[in-house]
């Protein structure tokens, strides 16, 4: 589909009135519907942005504002001399709206338009006339097509260079330091732009690139032709194994949907899902149709009538039920409570479909009607089950382990990495490490969950390390607070069982903190939403008794409920 | 005692700063940041070192808490260390740093650099490569405070002072934006403005040679330079207004650059460097040489905003900064004394 290209330009072109420096011209479609933020963010980034060479400088990035979504690449030419005379620059950037069904869009076009625009021409032109000619050129430029980007295309793309991009840009966005440079890949920038592209929405926005550019420019990650300014470290073995996870991925027939659309999403979680994702799809080798090792699936046996539920079918079944009863009580009683708050002091207001039923009252109408109901959604569950058994997809292995949500945002990230032929309702718990049910069960007999705590992160140290690294990615974080933690992490990750007492007493609170979070509703960040979590009563009632317990309490049994509370629920959220 | 960080601007106290010690790295085999309250020994080694508390023989190494780079510990910042070097774009200030830097090297002034402070002359060096490859200047980008930082430490050759500078290159154009600039996105410069103590103002002396042409010919003013000076005007205005919030005064030394294009005409020829004439001298100087190129607005606003105020005029290149450029033809004219004055190093050295 074509869109409106909008254009900003930035130069130091004198026009032979305006005084030195570098100042913003009005062209053909400038870029005047942004919201102000967006557009002060894009003005300032115009004017960041300098070549450090002869050649052009490049940048690509994506932006928000309001519920509008943007995208825009940005040609830094030199070649414009101001009016003292000074090398100066033009800045251009064309900027396209995305449609909701394209944000996670194809940069190619876009990119190969500013990229073949033939700058040379321009700059053979009198210094007087080079601005002029330039805005003349580009007011003919008014579309440009922005569609979803297919896997296909990414397909056609060299393995090499996509792994390359993909590395770089991760790298940079795992940096502490803020920014990389990074040796450019061989390659056109339109392939470099689709490359990055393959990434989800979320990381794209958090990983606004350069090419060819001076340091300054507000990005992650600048491409260089300078050899000498490049970072000679290479990026970490986490980033290597996710670009490879990714990639194993993108070349599958999973559906990516979600993930990649997801505008949220940091590092720590993505690669954490690309890890679960990655492990399921080469567990699944059916759903491998675009690798061209697939195989033919495995005939699966079909299950007879009257087939038994497996124990683990059985069992969420159990919950299911559970679910369903309490959310249907609970309706109940709502209603109830606003038909008698109605009639108690003001007429009461019935519901619309009490007039089908004249003479009854609508809490005689439920009670004739609950068990009915009630019955219809079990039946309405134990046929869905049914159909997925008869399908394979419960007790045959096949079906990816994913915990329901404990939050909204939790259930939409791990659906994204669900292959096709999986349904929402294969909803197996994955299983939590045997040497974590060991520790479980000996803290439990012995009542020693301080020590197995503390033996839990020597033993388990990139669960943890996930954990704290999940915090850092958290936008409420401050810097301060991401710099510990990383520092935290770091030592968790290297040191093993060198933990000081302040760093354990310091990762037994952030750990706390984080299960709290997890399981906390999003407003209130303390109370626990029973009505969504998998957790215990005994266990809930522990986090609220608790919360509170992360900045106040240093008692030896706080030590050990809390160690309780952080171990329990690693067991049930093994992911 | 503070301790300056030219990558963040943050002129840290000792409880906002971290410390290694390579020996409890060695020993322990953790490579980790602690705050340098909990790392110090109490009381300072003879030398005026940090020293490790567990051992007292090994200097720690020094980081900034915000982004954990290596903090030097002489980097301890004097009230007028960090200097707003401003002015108008094309006005000459990165030349102007750039040769000040290289003058201070030299055995002829009475102040040399002792040591560059991080990477500051790599920076500097990659900034003026720039200029000299592409045959003469190029803007400044309009970039935030996090590139183009450049700190010094000094010494009297004598041995009577040191000093510790610091800069941050800063485009033209945001020195005309003061007033508007985006906290969000120049929160680094942001940072620098809250830390300077001293300010060089460099005044574009082509422009003003324009003026005293235009004026003694009675002809229309050209549209630069009427720019030039409204922009300096507007510069002024929001830096005075800075300045008078923080309630404290600040010393300001107004340069003209580019004064080699001015002491070709007899008049101003006690600019040259070999004029012999004294800083008052070349300070009435430079105050007429503004009033008669029509700057009266100007240096008015300069007279009634800053105290106190000195007048300089200097010449980075010595010559027009035409291609080629070639650093083996530049002679450079007291750029070092705006620095030393606003420093008051010419009255620790006098």
């Known amino acids: 589909m074509n869109t409106e290209i909008y254009h900003c330009v930035f130069t130091h072109a004198t026009d032979g009135w305006s005084g030195s420096g570098g100042r913003f011209v009005a062209v053909e479609r400038n870029a005047p519907e942004l919201p102000t933020?967006?557009?002060?963010?894009?003005?300032?980034f115009l004017g960041k942005l300098m070549p450090e060479s002869a050649a052009p400088a490049w940048s690509m990035r994506r932006f928000a504002a309001g519920a509008d979504r943007y995208a825009c690449v940005i040609a830094s030419y030199n070649g414009f001399a101001d009016a003292g005379n000074r090398a100066g620059v033009l800045n251009?950037?064309?900027?396209?709206?995305?449609?909701?069904?394209?944000i996670w869009f194809d940069p190619f076009p876009l990119v190969a338009l500013a990229e073949d625009f033939d700058i040379e021409s321009v700059k053979q032109?009198?210094?007087?006339?080079?601005?002029?000619?330039?805005?003349?050129r580009i007011a003919e430029e008014d579309a440009v097509e922005v569609r979803a980007l297919s896997r296909q295309e990414l397909i056609t793309l060299p393995r090499e260079l996509l792994r390359e991009v993909l590395t770089g840009t991760l790298a940079a966005r795992a940096d502490n330091r803020g920014h990389r440079r990074v040796r450019a890949p061989r390659g056109r920038l339109a392939h470099i732009a689709r490359a990055w592209a393959a990434l989800p929405v979320g990381l794209q926005r958090q990983s606004t690139w350069a090419y060819g550019a001076q340091d300054g420019v507000p990005?992650?990650?600048?491409?260089?032709?300078?050899?000498?300014?490049?970072n000679v470290d290479s990026p970490s073995d986490a980033v290597i194994d996710c670009v490879a996870n990714y990639m194993a991925l993108l070349d599958s027939s999973y559906d990516l949907r979600t993930l990649v659309n997801d505008e949220e999403i940091n590092l720590a979680p993505f690669s954490s899902l690309v890890q679960v994702a990655a492990a399921t799809v080469a567990s699944l080798p059916e759903t491998n149709a675009m690798s061209k090792k697939a195989q033919k699936p495995e005939s699966r046996p079909r299950p007879t009538a009257g087939f038994e539920l497996e124990d683990d079918a059985a069992v969420e079944l159990n919950r299911q039920y559970d679910r369903i009863l309490a959310a249907v009580k609970e309706y109940v009683d709502q209603r109830l409570d606003a038909y008698d708050a109605g009639g108690a002091g003001k007429p009461a207001v019935r519901p619309a479909?009490?007039?089908?039923?004249?003479?009854?009252?609508?809490?005689?109408?439920?009670?004739?009607?609950?068990i009915p109901i009630i019955t219809a959604l079990i039946a309405g569950v134990l046929l869905t089950l049914g159909v997925l058994f008869w399908m394979g997809r419960i007790g045959g292995g096949t079906a990816v382990r994913h915990r329901p949500a404990a939050s909204v945002r939790t259930e939409t990230r791990e659906a994204a990495v669900i292959p096709e032929s999986a349904t929402e309702t294969a909803d197996e718990r994955p299983v939590a490490s045997p040497q974590l049910r060991k520790l479980i069960e000996a803290a439990a007999r012995t009542g020693k969950w301080k020590e197995a705590f503390l033996t839990f992160t020597e033993s388990e140290p990139e669960t943890v390390a996930r954990m704290i690294d999940d915090t850092i990615s958290a936008p409420t974080a401050d810097a301060n607070t991401r710099a510990s933690l990383a520092d935290l992490r770091d030592r968790v990750r290297g040191s093993?069982?060198?933990?000081?007492?302040?760093d354990r007493e310091a990762l037994r609170k952030y750990l706390l903190q984080y299960v709290v979070s997890r399981e906390a509703t999003a407003d209130d960040g303390v109370v626990v939403d029973e009505n969504v979590s998998d957790l215990t009563p005994p266990l809930m009632k522990a986090i609220k008794s608790q919360t509170n317990a992360t900045s106040s309490s240093d008692k030896p049994e706080d030590f050990e409920l809390q160690s309780e509370v952080i171990l329990r629920w690693l067991e049930m959220n093994p992911s | 005692m503070k301790f300056l960080c030219k990558e963040c601007w943050l002129a840290h106290e000792p409880s906002t700063l971290l410390?290694?010690?390579k020996e409890c790295d060695a020993r322990t085999q953790i490579r980790r940041l602690d705050p340098l309250r909990a790392k110090v020994a109490a009381s300072l080694d003879a030398s005026g070192d940090l020293v490790c508390r567990l051992h007292p023989t090994e200097p720690l190494d020094v980081f900034c808490g915000e982004c954990r780079r290596e903090v030097p510990p002489r980097a301890i910042l004097g009230e007028q260390s960090i200097v707003a070097l401003v002015g108008d774009?094309?006005?000459?200030?990165?030349?102007?740093?750039?040769?000040?830097?290289?003058?201070?090297?030299?055995t002829t002034v009475a102040v040399r650099i002792r040591q560059s402070i991080g990477d500051s002359d790599v920076q500097l060096a990659r900034a003026m490569r720039d200029i000299v490859e592409h045959g003469g200047p190029r803007p400044t980008p309009m970039t935030d405070a996090d590139v183009r930082n450049y700190a010094w430490e000094l010494m009297a050759r004598d041995g009577r002072g040191g000093w510790v500078i610091a800069f941050h290159d800063a485009a033209g154009e945001l020195w005309q934006q003061l007033g508007h600039l985006s906290r969000d996105e120049y929160d680094r410069f942001y940072r620098y403005l809250k830390l300077v103590g001293s300010i060089i103002l460099a005044i574009d002396g082509d422009r003003i040679l324009e003026g005293i042409d235009t004026r003694t010919r009675g002809d229309v003013a050209s549209p630069a330079m009427l720019a030039a000076e409204a922009n300096e005007i507007r510069i002024v205005d929001e830096l005075a207004r800075k300045i008078r919030a923080r309630g404290q005064p600040i010393p300001v030394g107004v340069t003209v650059t580019k004064a080699d294009m001015v002491w070709e005409r007899p008049e101003w020829s006690m600019f040259r460097r070999d004029s012999g004439a004294t800083a008052d001298e070349i300070d009435r100087g430079v105050r007429e040489l503004l009033r008669q190129s029509g700057r009266d607005a100007l240096l008015d606003t300069l007279t009634s905003s800053f105290a106190p105020l000195q007048f300089f005029a200097v010449s980075a290149f010595g010559r027009a900064a035409d291609a080629p450029l070639r650093i083996a033809d530049l002679q450079p004219s007291r750029v070092e004394e705006p620095l030393l004055a606003v420093l008051g190093a010419d009255r620790v050295l006098a």
């Not at chain 1, 990005?219 to 300014?229: C, K, N, P, S």
């Open chain 1, 125 to 136: 032109l009198d210094p007087l006339d080079r601005l002029q000619a330039y805005l003349d």
């Open chain 1, 219 to 230: 990005v992650q990650l600048i491409w260089t032709g300078d050899a000498e300014r490049i």
């Open chain 2, 89 to 106: 774009t094309a006005s000459g200030k990165t030349s102007l740093l750039w040769v000040l830097t290289e003058r201070l090297r030299q």
């Open chain 2, 19 to 21: 410390a290694a010690c």
């Open chain 1, 92 to 102: 251009h950037a064309r900027v396209v709206r995305l449609e909701r069904d394209s």
């Open chain 1, 353 to 370: 479909q009490s007039a089908a039923v004249a003479g009854v009252t609508w809490k005689q109408w439920l009670d004739r009607n609950a």
């Open chain 1, 496 to 502: 093993g069982n060198k933990l000081d007492s302040s």
């Open chain 1, 37 to 44: 933020d967006a557009e002060i963010e894009l003005k300032a």
